[in-house]
């Protein structure tokens, strides 16, 4: 008999209900019911028992507080358990149910249900998370090396989950810096290929006339300084997974050669004659629009709908809200023991600075700017000067709603008299105010008026 003769089923009620759904005759069909009575609760279960796979009830009839789904989402999210949903009828009309039903449950029964069908339905979900190849780290601060609870970030840790559990291949689109790498490693560790080889390629770093020997490899004599035979990325990765990064330099010719590796499954390596037969899944990522690739001639549009069956988005940093702080505490936590000094540490100011910065270069970016600052800062708090992020905002926050009110209303009458090239009356119009309002706003905000203005006053 196996260890886990009796499948496991997790029972948890968001809010207290008239009773629970009927349970009782789940043993005598095959069932090990487990209660819980709080989410720490159901995680205490999984991480319990790593190697098991649990069917779980998630009985939403006596309410569910949207706000809390935060923090039910990394243990909703554990591969180890599949989740069914428990509702009333009438609550399918409520949109966080419908939500939460979508992204976290393989399936719902509607209460009172019989025994039978309550049985059939958790039996499924209870197969669909034995197929997890393992069970996801289910640690609230843990999503494979990535950090974020941001909206995006929680649709990207699910979009990962459900691409790990197939062999399709991926496309990650994202600006440099976000961690695409990353989201590729998390989808291969996850994956039934998991403990076959990652082979990385940067398809934007290597010489164009390399890229084919490093994709396909090369025979002995194959060119000029080929003095013995070397194995290609492809090659390396099989049975395993093959990323490849900035897929947008791809030379168009070597594009044609992995476009035909994805139809026939096989190749040759440059100066060979045999066929090489490979089993590799392909994950691959740019931060350029293949589109407009495509629309330039610059990329094969059939390679495209190979390689974008699953296609996922790494949200860009200035989209991340609070995630920056979390991702700058991060990096702080990891550089500290580079300083002179211990950091305590960020200052309001910098604060401020890095939610209203741009981040063209992403997390990528905001690391390196903590990490030299641990290193250059004179104070036990990181300034926005320490970040080479100080600018003429940073240094007068406001610090009250009526500081907060003047700085808005001053920035916005410098940008409409920027946009209408100082034309006090087009910029009045812009900003739905009479010319009189806007010179008597200048004039608190101690804005001289352009010249030619000045004097037509003056005449009038």
């Known amino acids: 008999m196996s260890a886990q003769a009796a499948r496991d089923v997790i029972y948890f009620a968001c809010a207290p209900t008239d009773g629970s759904p009927t349970l009782q005759g789940l043993a005598a069909l095959g069932?090990?019911?487990?209660?819980?009575?709080?989410?720490?609760?159901?995680?205490?279960?999984?991480?319990?028992?790593?190697g098991l796979r649990f069917a779980a009830l998630l009985d939403l009839r006596g309410g569910f507080d949207a706000r809390d789904l935060a923090a039910m989402a990394p243990v909703l999210s554990a591969s180890n358990a599949g989740w069914v949903a428990c509702v009333q009828p009438d609550q399918l009309t409520q949109e966080p149910i419908r939500q939460l039903i979508r992204d976290y449950c393989y399936d719902y029964v509607t209460?009172?249900?019989?025994?039978?069908?309550l049985s059939t339905v958790i039996g499924h979900a209870y197969g669909m998370a034995s197929l997890s190849p393992r069970a996801l780290d289910v640690a609230p601060d843990s999503n494979d090396g990535m950090i974020g609870e941001c909206p995006p970030m929680r649709a990207l840790y699910r979009a990962l989950r459900k691409s790990a559990l197939t062999q399709a291949p991926v496309f990650i689109a994202g600006e440099t810096g976000t961690g695409k790498e990353l989201a590729a490693q998390a989808i291969h560790r996850h994956s039934s290929r998991h403990d076959q080889p990652f082979a990385a390629i940067n398809c934007g770093a290597i010489a164009q006339n390399l890229?084919?020997?490093?994709?396909?490899?090369?025979?002995?004599?194959?060119f000029t300084g080929a003095q013995q035979r070397k194995i290609g990325r492809i090659e390396h990765a099989h049975r395993g997974t093959l990323f490849l990064d900035e897929i947008g330099d791809l030379p168009l010719d070597c594009q044609a050669s992995l476009l035909r590796f994805l139809q026939e499954g096989y190749f040759e390596r440059v100066g060979g004659h045999e066929p090489i037969r490979v089993d590799v899944r392909i994950i691959s990522a740019t931060?350029?629009?293949?589109r407009a690739l495509i629309a330039e001639g610059r990329f094969r549009a059939d390679l495209y709908h190979r390689l974008c069956v699953l296609r996922l988005e790494q949200?860009?940093?200035?989209?991340?809200?609070d995630d920056i702080l979390r991702l700058a505490e991060n990096a702080l936590q990891r550089y500290a023991s580079?300083?002179?000094?211990?950091?305590?540490?960020?200052?309001?100011?910098?604060i401020h600075a890095m939610h209203t910065y741009e981040w063209p270069g992403n997390v990528r970016e905001l690391i390196n700017r903590v990490r030299q600052a641990v290193v250059m800062a004179d104070g036990r708090l990181i300034t926005a000067s320490d970040m080479h992020l100080a600018d003429e905002h940073t240094s007068m926050l406001p610090q009250t709603l009526e500081e907060a009110r003047n700085v808005a209303e001053?920035?916005?009458?410098q940008q409409a008299l920027r946009r209408n090239r100082h034309r006090l009356i087009d910029a009045a119009r812009d900003l739905g105010v009479s010319r009189v309002t806007l010179y008597r706003l200048m004039e608190r905000h101690n804005m001289r008026r352009p010249e030619s203005e000045t004097s037509d006053a003056g005449a009038a």
């Open 410 to 413: 001053c920035a916005a009458i």
């Open 338 to 350: 580079e300083g002179r000094r211990v950091i305590r540490g960020f200052s309001p100011c910098a």
């Open 111 to 117: 209460l009172p249900c019989p025994e039978l069908v």
């Open 211 to 222: 890229v084919q020997s490093e994709l396909f490899g090369y025979e002995r004599g194959a």
């Open 287 to 290: 931060h350029q629009d293949l």
């Open 31 to 50: 069932w090990n019911l487990r209660r819980a009575d709080s989410m720490p609760a159901v995680l205490k279960i999984l991480r319990g028992h790593p």
């Open 315 to 321: 949200p860009p940093l200035r989209e991340r809200g």
